[in-house]
């Protein structure tokens, strides 16, 4: 009997609370109500672009090749920010970049969340990723939406890509770093680190390869994770390669967008894997000839 009253007691507790909460969402200011909306509402461009990624963040997952919180997205989205985006308030302090960036400047940029899984932000892309804004001494930057998710720890080196990238004028938007299981095992053997030889190997497997990953592989010897001398060797990397294998780790990619530099990690993938395929049937695999590969460079005027 008592346990039943007990029980009556926490049920009408419970119905106060809920009459409670909903009372206090109708009474909420309008102003609060439109700060909880999503920043990607009404924005078809910037949501097109962030739903993208989260696209790509699912494919990294699936794959494999992004373990617990492993890898990192960040996307210049600052061409897709309308008039009151840049009026929006900041929803944190302003936190240090580490670098001071000048060419990003009023940068708008879609980042993964520090900690966050990739197979997480493939579904909730503005709960495990945020949009932050540069401000304007470019060392510091502040979220702007939706939620507080600090980005990722290696900030500074995909933003120090990106302040390189608009220097240069180039087209590219986006940067991704992953651990592609194949690619990775090959980076395991210091035969293959030397320059051009793992892009030979690659571009040899399958012609699409070298047409759909025209630059190659570049190599970056094993380096601690998040350190500068990292980051400076990427930047260095990627000013002949829009992928870098960094040794024992992962790849870091530069593209278009996600999809792009997706694209160009997948197919150098499928080559690794084919390779791999060749050797446990027990030998070496041929490779297309060298006259082949000048064939596609002239057929499909590729840079290489
Ligand atoms: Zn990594």
Redesign the pocket.
């Known amino acids: 009997m008592q346990s039943y009253d007990k029980d009556r007691e926490k049920q009408n507790k419970k119905v106060k609370n809920s009459l409670l909460f909903a009372h206090l969402i109708v009474s909420l200011p309008q102003n609060y109500l439109k700060t909880m909306m999503s920043i990607l509402e009404g924005r078809q461009a910037l949501k097109a672009e962030v739903m993208k990624t989260a696209e790509v963040a699912g494919y990294l997952w699936q794959n494999g090749w992004a373990e617990r919180n ?2 990192n997205i960040t996307v210049n989205v600052t061409d897709l920010v309308d008039k009151a985006i840049k009026a929006l308030p900041a929803l944190t302090e302003p936190k240090p970049i580490g670098v001071e960036l000048p060419q990003l400047r009023g940068c708008y940029f879609y980042c993964k969340g520090t900690g966050k899984r990739m197979r997480d932000l493939a579904r909730w892309p503005m709960q495990n990723g945020a949009i932050i804004r540069i401000l304007d001494d470019c060392a510091h930057y502040v979220i702007i939406g939706d939620e507080v998710v600090w980005p990722t720890s290696e900030l500074p080196s995909h933003l120090s890509v990106h302040a390189r990238l608009i220097e240069k004028g180039s087209p590219y938007r986006a940067t991704v ?1 992953t ?1 592609p299981i194949e690619l990775v095992a090959m980076s395991h053997h210091k035969p293959f680190l030397g320059k051009d030889v793992l892009t030979e190997i690659l571009w040899s497997m399958i012609p699409e390869t070298k047409a759909f990953c025209p630059l190659g592989l570049g190599i970056v010897p094993y380096t601690l ?1 998040g350190s500068n001398e990292l980051a400076e060797a990427t930047l260095k990397e990627l000013e002949n390669y829009d992928v870098v294998m960094w040794e024992k ?2 790849v870091f990619a530069q593209g278009l967008d996600a999809m792009d530099a997706f694209d160009q990690i997948d197919v150098l993938s499928k080559s690794a894997k084919i390779y791999i395929a060749a050797r446990q049937m027990g030998f070496e695999p041929e490779g297309m000839t060298q006259e082949q590969m000048a064939e596609m460079t002239r057929a499909f005027h590729l840079p290489r």
């Open positions: 492993g890898g770093h651990h994770p780790h992962g």
